[in-house]
């Protein structure tokens, strides 16, 4: 990579969060993704095989607020994160550390994104995109190209190899049918549903990532 002042550094020092120009030029200009013209947003990712794109969902538990056995209802507040593939997107530049491929909300509301219905939740019934949502791009693979033919040099990486990541904490109240027969001598089991909105399995399938769903809260 050539900086502004002529001197060149190596292009994976570029974007990399630390300064190797005395100029700065090397932090100055770093956008990650790069969304082509004729991108629509409205649509799916494209598969490269006969099944849908697929969408990988963990949820992590943070806590559980208030547990109603009289109004029949629950309080969780967690993350839910989701992971997924799409190839008409390319990429620039990428760190080891996806919290540096951050990409901001003006462009992620450009971009299609999976969209979760809560079956069984009083309220909101949808996942959204808006600025408490945290959108980053892991690196899973080397740079497919370098491109030196423009100014301002970079790695290229493509998106079918590397993942988009988007993650939300939700706060929100689920129904829950208690069997309170043997209250307070009996265990209940509560459920929160989730399923893919909008489009079906010949387009988008979902699938568990890692253990699915973890409880990271107090346990006492």
């Known amino acids: 990579y050539t900086c502004n002042y002529g001197t060149c550094i190596p292009l994976a ?24 013209p004729n991108y629509a947003g409205q649509l799916s990712p494209r598969s490269r095989g006969p099944n849908g794109v697929p969408v990988y ?15 029949l209802q629950f309080t969780a507040d967690y993350y839910i994160n989701l992971r997924w593939y799409d190839g008409r997107l390319s990429f620039k530049d990428l760190n080891d550390n996806s919290l540096l491929n951050g990409v901001p909300t003006g462009a992620l509301q450009n971009l299609w994104t999976p969209q979760l219905a809560f079956k069984n939740a009083l309220g909101p019934y949808q996942t959204v995109v808006d600025d408490l949502s945290v959108c980053t791009v892991m690196l899973e693979k080397k740079p497919s190209y370098d491109d030196m033919t423009q100014s301002n040099e970079y790695y290229g990486f493509d998106g079918y190899s590397n993942a988009i990541n988007l993650k939300r904490e939700y706060y929100q109240e689920f129904a829950c049918e208690f069997s309170l027969n043997y209250y ?26 890692g253990i699915g769903v973890e409880y990271t809260g107090k346990k006492d």
């Open 57 to 71: 969902l963990n949820i992590s538990i943070l806590a559980f607020p208030r547990i109603d056995t009289i109004l």
């Open 13 to 36: 020092n570029k974007c990399n969060s630390k300064i190797d120009c005395w100029d700065e030029s090397d932090e100055s200009s770093c956008q990650y993704l790069e969304i082509p």
């Open 184 to 209: 307070p001598f009996d265990t209940q089991v509560c459920h929160m549903v989730f399923s893919l909105q909008g489009f079906t399995k010949e387009f988008v399938i979902m699938q568990q990532d």
